[in-house]
């Protein structure tokens, strides 16, 4: 069976191949981020999850590199990570008692050789109202910063979820089934790790 990597530093899609029992190597990457403005969210997802990938298969000879990028989407507006506190609660403001896509683009490349595939999924949030103030002490927990859309559905952002359409993982940062399935295009089985 083929060494699989995670090229990401995300302790989120750590925490997912773990759950799944799927060993893995983390590679750090550092790749340009920078998109034309004009190109929808699955494509930028999906071209940002392709850069990561490439970037670690330089580093590497032989085995399975799984990367991953995520985004908010409010009324058309991409949302990353937020750049300060401030700018956190502005994007909390904005998606309470709102409906917003979350984007996970998703690429699975394969050394020697070099075949790559990627596709992404999208998952529909629902938010209920929430007081300046409560988020505000949800903003000062630290949660927010290091995740797109300045939440984090997985911890106490919990308390905002009204409800979801679509794959839950994909929220916390990687479709667990659109990767098994791609996994499995590349005659990868990932119940064959679970020994
Ligand atoms: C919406 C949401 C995002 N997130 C996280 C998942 C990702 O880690 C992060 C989106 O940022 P990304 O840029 O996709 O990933 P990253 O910078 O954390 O890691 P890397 O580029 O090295 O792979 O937001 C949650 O943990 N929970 C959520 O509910």
């Not at 909390?92 to 896509?101: D, F, N, S, V």
């Not at 990627?118 to 629902?126: A, Q, Y």
Request: charged letters at 25%; aromatic letters at 6%.
């Amino acid at each position: 069976m083929p060494t699989i990597y995670l090229a990401s530093s995300s302790p989120r899609r750590r925490d997912l191949l773990n759950q799944i029992n799927l060993p893995h190597i983390v590679i750090a990457t550092d790749v340009d981020e920078s998109l034309p403005g004009e190109m929808p969210p699955a494509e930028q997802v999906m071209e940002l999850s392709r850069r990561k990938a490439r970037a670690a298969a330089r580093q590497l000879a032989v085995g399975v590199i799984i990367a991953a990028d995520t985004v908010v989407v409010l009324n058309n507006e991409v949302l990353g990570k937020p750049e300060n506190e401030a700018d956190a609660l502005a994007i909390l403001e904005r998606l309470q008692g709102a409906t917003h896509e979350v984007y996970t683009g998703l690429t699975v490349l394969e050394l020697p050789g070099e075949r790559v595939l990627t596709d992404f999924e999208r998952t529909t949030v629902k938010m209920r109202e929430a007081d300046r103030a409560e988020l505000m002490r949800y903003v000062q927990s630290g949660e927010p910063l290091d995740k797109a859309g300045a939440y984090g559905i997985q911890g106490l952002a919990s308390v905002f979820v009204e409800g979801i359409r679509g794959c839950y993982f994909n929220v916390v940062g990687l479709p667990i089934t659109r990767l098994v399935l791609m996994l499995k295009k590349m005659d990868i089985d990932v119940s064959a790790y679970w020994r």
